[in-house]
């Protein structure tokens, strides 16, 4: 076999590998959807960022994608009002397998925005992230859901997922992880003495992936033989310390 077509025949065996393990992996993976739809007793609180006017928040009996859902609202002229909607899990009170590795995750929400005498602003938004159990470092490589306009959401009830899945930072990927979960509300109201705005959510999802333990797989164990100084054979190991004596066999795993 000439070089050509011996390294051709290295390319396809190594394709074909690593096509194996990905297959492998996909089919060892894990999906698990989470749903939060606010109903009575769901255990999460508005923090308050900012507020320019008469700030509110709660929840919202009445209306929802079903009923009910929660709100943050401002009132007064041009005023605008930050913050989030947050409550702690653990990846596995999402749903998520005890012992799995979470690698990503992907969110999405529902929102309508009530306006009162005017539009709401454009610095109307609503957005989602992950931190961690103090609130304070994120938990994905980048933001879940960035923050965006909402404002035009008037009519219905709107979804929005326009972010794909983004990946879990190691120091939050064990399944026994405590997360904080955001639901960013922010309205602002419009140039009105009457005016507010009442940003509504709902049905906070998450479609989380995660993967059983590497240490589930098989391993390999090497034998090496250490001989003398002067051994002749290439395949063997040189030892060179008198402690161990020549031709003593030895057994190692991977890493010694
Ligand atoms: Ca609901
Ligand atoms: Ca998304």
Known sequence: ???????????????????????????????????????????WTYVQTTCGG???????SGDGNPS???????AGRSKTMTGYFKRTFTWEGLGVPTGET???????????????AVACTSSTR?????????DSVACTDSTLEPNLNVAGDTAAWTNHNPTGA??????????????????????ASGNNSSAACELRGDNFKLTIVSAPPAAGAPKRVYVSRLVGPAGPDPNKRTFTGAAVPPDREICRRTGF
């Open 54 to 60: 008469t700030c509110t928040n709660g929840d919202v």
């Open 126 to 134: 609503a957005g989602m992230e992950i931190l961690d159990s103090s």
């Open 166 to 187: 983004v990946s879990v930072s190691s120091g939050c990927s064990a399944s026994s992880t405590t997360l904080t979960l955001r639901l960013h509300l922010e309205p």
């Open 68 to 74: 009910p859902s929660v709100f943050a609202k401002i």
């Open 102 to 116: 979470v690698q990503t995750v992907d969110g999405q929400w529902d929102d309508k925005a009530v306006q009162t």
């Open 1 to 43: 076999m000439n070089a050509e077509k011996k390294t051709s025949r290295i390319k396809i065996a190594l394709w074909a590998s690593v096509s194996l393990w990905l297959f492998a992996a996909w089919l060892l993976a894990t999906s698990t959807n989470f749903t939060e739809p606010f109903a009575s007793g769901h255990g």
